[in-house]
């Protein structure tokens, strides 16, 4: 592995300003969804970008080199595309972000070992972009009309939410058992708490 920084215990998380947080952004997110498909899609394409810039910017952290302006421009081509074109737009953003890191490289604008940095930047745009773009794809009106794709989407934040409340909840309760190292405050009862609640 890289030389990096080695992960540090996270501090304790504050509940108040993550109940406030979560509040504010729900009540945005259902204010958007009831706006319409085209406004949904725009705050989907902020989250998912906003989570791969994340993802990249922990990427450099490890000393790997992704290219991530590409990254970022391809993350909002392929939930525009997905969400105009359907799941044909894939093929042609993810050629192209392939071709561009090509040139990015030759034309030498970070001198990092190629397969690496190319490596890295397509992991990032296939775990988060990809994903992702699914919330793009069931707000699509061609495909999912009379605004049956945001229902799906919104059963899908709700599970999560759910999730996360439930695995926060059960893990500070029961949790005694760590999950990784990498995590330490992740638990297995935090786990199930979170598998059940969703």
């Given at each position: 592995?890289?030389?990096?920084?080695?992960?540090?215990?996270?501090?304790?998380?504050?509940?108040?300003?993550?109940?406030?947080?979560?509040?504010?952004?729900?009540?945005?997110?259902?204010?958007?969804?009831?706006?319409?498909?085209?406004?949904?899609?725009?705050?989907?394409?902020?989250?998912?970008?906003?989570?791969?810039?994340?993802?990249?910017?922990?990427?450099?952290?490890?000393?790997?080199?992704?290219?991530?302006?590409?990254?970022?421009?391809?993350?909002?081509?392929?939930?525009?595309?997905?969400?105009?074109?359907?799941e044909?737009?894939l093929?042609?953003?993810?050629?192209l972000?392939?071709?561009?890191?090509?040139?990015?490289?030759l034309?030498?604008?970070?001198?990092?070992?190629?397969?690496?940095?190319?490596?890295?930047?397509?992991?990032?745009?296939?775990?988060?972009?990809?994903?992702?773009?699914f919330g793009?794809?069931?707000?699509?009106?061609?495909?999912?009309?009379n605004?049956?794709?945001?229902?799906?989407?919104?059963?899908?934040?709700?599970a999560?939410?759910?999730?996360?409340?439930?695995?926060?909840?059960?893990?500070?309760?029961?949790?005694?058992?760590?999950?990784?190292?990498?995590?330490?405050?992740?638990?297995?009862?935090?786990?199930?708490?979170?598998?059940?609640t969703?």
């Amino acid at each position: 592995p890289p030389a990096g920084p080695q992960p540090e215990e996270a501090p304790p998380r504050n509940i108040g300003a993550a109940i406030i947080s979560g509040i504010v952004l729900g009540a945005l997110a259902l204010v958007t969804f009831k706006i319409g498909p085209a406004a949904a899609v725009a705050l989907v394409t902020v989250v998912v970008t906003m989570a791969a810039a994340e993802a990249y910017a922990a990427f450099r952290q490890g000393g790997y080199h992704p290219v991530t302006l590409l990254g970022l421009v391809a993350t909002v081509s392929l939930m525009v595309a997905t969400y105009n074109k359907g799941e044909a737009a894939l093929p042609l953003v993810l050629v192209l972000l392939v071709a561009f890191c090509f040139v990015w490289h030759l034309a030498g604008v970070e001198q990092t070992d190629a397969v690496r940095s190319t490596g890295t930047t397509l992991f990032v745009f296939a775990w988060v972009a990809v994903f992702g773009s699914f919330g793009a794809l069931l707000l699509s009106p061609t495909i999912f009309p009379n605004r049956h794709g945001i229902a799906f989407l919104l059963g899908g934040v709700i599970a999560g939410v759910a999730y996360d409340v439930g695995a926060l909840t059960f893990g500070a309760w029961l949790g005694r058992h760590p999950m990784a190292s990498v995590s330490p405050n992740k638990t297995w009862e935090g786990f199930v708490g979170g598998l059940l609640t969703s």
